[in-house]
């Protein structure tokens, strides 16, 4: 089965989206705190004059990528989750269709206990 590579594919995603998710909230909150120290609102910055720089509209992209961020992050968790409900239940599919211990699959098939050579039907 290629469920095990997916897990390993989909934790090692999740783990790097959350390292995004925390830097770019991180960042953005200490980039808000940066403002506040200097008397201005995070929120209302976008108002300011920034001079030739037009930043109408850089609050509202940051806080939109911020939560597109932890939305992958729970996306990809959701995606882990699945894949580890289907190894379960693949594993316990597997379980259940074993042969049973009295029969190997490495002794001859004269060992077998169903083995009847006198038997006219061809298995």
Known sequence: MWV????LCNAGLMALV????CVMS???????NSLSSLGFKCVDAPTLDWGSYNGSTF???????????WVTFLMWGGN??????RWRLNRRARSQTQMP???SDK???TD????????SRVI
């Open 101 to 103: 211990s009295t029969v």
């Open 107 to 109: 002794a001859p098939i």
């Open 26 to 32: 991180v960042g953005f909150t200490m980039w808000c």
């Open 112 to 119: 077998h206990p169903e083995y009847d050579p006198s038997a």
């Open 59 to 69: 609050y509202t992209h940051l806080a939109a990528a911020q939560g597109a961020f």
């Open 80 to 85: 882990l989750g699945m894949s580890l409900w």
């Open 18 to 21: 959350f390292i995004a998710s």
């Open 4 to 7: 095990m590579p997916a897990i």
